[in-house]
């Protein structure tokens, strides 16, 4: 699960969290993107998440600032690596194959291709 954190949403406070339907100990896989608002395996049960951006914090509750989204990988240390930056307000995505659908606020679509993405190891 990705989230978000508390307002003003701090890049450390982002963070994907995982948990079992029988268990209510819950995981942090990794943390330090700012508005998490997605999160999918990818290729090789890679795991992306995506950033809706910097907190513009005005006033709650309103998406990041224009073009400071990402799409990031989480890495097995805890922490994040960016694909893609620059991202201009995405609220949420679907991976199928090695390829990422990012959908925004103002409903765009970007494709972005994962293939030759560090996260993963070639093999299908």
């Known amino acids: 699960m990705a989230e978000a954190g508390p307002v003003p949403h701090r890049p450390q406070d982002g963070k994907i969290v995982s948990f079992s339907p ?3 100990i819950v ?3 990794a943390s330090g993107a700012p508005i ?5 395996f990818g290729p090789h049960h ?3 998440a995506l950033s809706n951006g910097v907190y513009s914090g005005n006033p709650e509750g309103s998406p990041g600032l224009p073009n400071t989204g990402s799409l990031v990988r989480a890495n097995g240390d805890g922490t994040f690596t960016i694909v893609l930056g620059g991202v ?3 609220t949420s995505m679907e991976i199928i ?3 990422v659908y990012v959908f925004n606020l103002a ?3 970007w494709k972005i291709d994962l293939e030759g993405d560090a996260g993963g190891n070639g093999d299908d």
């Open 22 to 24: 029988k268990s209510s």
């Open 27 to 29: 995981t942090e896989v």
């Open 36 to 40: 998490l608002v997605d999160v999918e």
């Open 46 to 48: 890679t795991l992306y």
């Open 88 to 90: 201009n307000v995405p």
């Open 97 to 99: 194959g090695h390829t």
């Open 107 to 109: 409903g765009e679509v």
